[in-house]
């Protein structure tokens, strides 16, 4: 069966610090993949999705960055975190014939 | 930017009643999901269906679909405290690079009263 995990659960950072949060699927080739940002109370914003391997779009402008280093690894990045950075993250993965996503726990994620 | 829109914002019912939340969305659609979000935790799909579809039932859960109005709903029956939690729908779209991704709305938050 397929999983996807996510981690960490909770983090942490100072203001102008680096951010890496790492995202697997297992059970499954070549996802479709996505970064997904939920502000307290609100809905889903599609940050960043992917189609196979080095292949990144990207929804909104912003300090983040994401990368697909392995067909089943997705990354999300910052050089420098800012304040408005903060908030819960979620992977999520879609086969492709099928689009129902398949979301990781989330990372809560607080610039400080 | 946001596809899908849902309606109430938040909504509370006593346990047993049933529990109904609207969806719009604005661009053709392939198909439209719902999904349930405990608090703090990762989505859960509930049900897909298809813009060829007008009905379709998953336990107690009803969801409709008009696309002739852009407009979904889903009906929980027989509520529980179980069921609270936040809703959301969403739609798939065509992207540039030929798949599909999937845009949320904002959500409905449910409170179920035992």
């Known amino acids: 069966s397929q999983t996807i995990h996510q981690w960490p659960a909770t983090l942490v950072q100072p203001v102008g610090s680096p951010l890496s949060l790492e995202c697997t699927v297992e059970?499954?080739?070549?996802?479709?993949l996505y970064w997904y940002r939920q502000a307290a109370g609100r809905g889903l914003q599609l940050l960043f999705y992917s189609v196979g391997i080095g292949q990144i779009s990207s929804e909104v402008p912003q300090n983040l960055s994401a990368s697909r280093p392995q067909d089943r690894q997705f990354i999300l990045s910052s050089k420098k975190l800012l304040l408005s950075d903060s908030g819960f993250y979620l992977c999520a993965w879609s086969s492709r014939r099928n689009t129902e996503a398949f979301f990781g726990q989330g990372t809560r994620l607080t610039v400080v | 930017s946001q596809q899908g829109e849902e309606d109430p914002q938040a909504l509370s019912i006593q346990e047993g009643e049933n529990a109904t939340m609207n969806c719009s969305y604005k661009t053709s659609i392939n198909n439209l999901q719902w999904y349930r979000q405990n608090s703090g935790r990762g989505l859960v799909h509930l049900i897909l269906?298809?813009?060829?579809?007008r009905e379709k039932h998953s336990g107690r859960l009803r969801v409709t679909l008009d696309t002739s109005k852009k407009s979904s709903s889903l009906l929980i029956t027989a509520s529980r405290a179980a069921d609270t939690a936040s809703y959301f729908c969403a739609t798939d779209v065509l992207s540039g690079a030929g798949s599909y991704q999937l845009t949320f709305g904002k959500g409905t938050k449910l409170s179920v009263i035992p």
């Open positions: 059970g499954t080739s070549n996802p479709n």
């Open positions: 269906i298809r813009s060829n579809e």
